[in-house]
């Protein structure tokens, strides 16, 4: 007869958040003594080249309140439209440049910023030249698996009407959704999961 496990109960479902935060930025959540630094928290130095741009992100729910415990990633390529990973296979990428960064929204502002440099196009599947863009990757708590967009630039217009995954958005009013304007040196995104003005994700 098989045993009875009725007192080993089904563990409930959990989203990202916000235990997210302890385990990708310990020092953030004020935990030391695991890395010296929060990985990702530093995409450049001295010796990387390219312009040097600030990214100014924040996710805002459907009422455009900033959340408060949200987790950005961004990755994108470097000033030659080069990826520092093992399968770019069309030259190596500048070894200065992290091409890959974390942070989490501040908790008074919904805010997170990243120091990085504007990259370079990159070719698409079918060989003609994508805009300048980066990769985002947003979770928080409530969002079951992580968001996928994009963020292209202000000051790129005739790369932008050529790139050839913004032209495959059906509805073309939602395609400001995915332009981070210019504000000097820095550029500033919002992220809206819903209402009006939400962003365009991508499944993959």
């Not at 310990?26 to 990387?48: E, Q």
């Not at 949200?70 to 091409?99: C, H, K, T």
């Not at 196009?121 to 985002?136: E, K, N, Q, Y």
Request: aromatic fraction near 8%.
């Amino acid at each position: 007869m098989a045993q009875s496990l009725d007192r080993l109960k089904e563990s409930p479902s959990q989203t990202a958040g916000p235990y997210v935060h302890i385990g990708l930025t310990p020092n953030f959540c004020g935990i030391g003594g695991v890395y010296a630094s929060d990985l990702g928290a530093t995409m450049v130095n001295d010796k990387t080249k390219g312009e040097r741009i600030g990214l100014k992100i924040r996710v805002l729910d459907g009422t455009g309140t900033p959340l408060r415990d949200a987790l950005v990633e961004i990755w994108q390529a470097d000033a030659d439209g080069l990826y520092n990973s093992p399968v770019e296979m069309r030259g190596a990428a500048d070894p200065n440049f992290q091409g890959w960064g974390r942070c989490p929204t501040d908790m008074d502002t919904g805010l997170c910023t990243f120091e990085t440099i504007k990259p370079g196009r990159v070719p698409f599947r079918d060989g003609s030249l994508m805009a300048p863009h980066i990769t985002l990757w947003i979770v928080a708590r409530g969002i079951n698996l992580g968001l996928h967009t994009r963020l292209y630039f202000s000051d790129e217009e005739k790369a932008n009407a050529g790139d050839p995954i913004l032209a495959r958005i059906e509805h073309r009013v939602r395609v400001p959704t995915l332009i981070a304007e210019r504000q000097g040196d820095t550029y500033v995104f919002d992220v809206h999961l819903q209402g009006e003005k939400e962003t365009v994700f991508f499944d993959s």
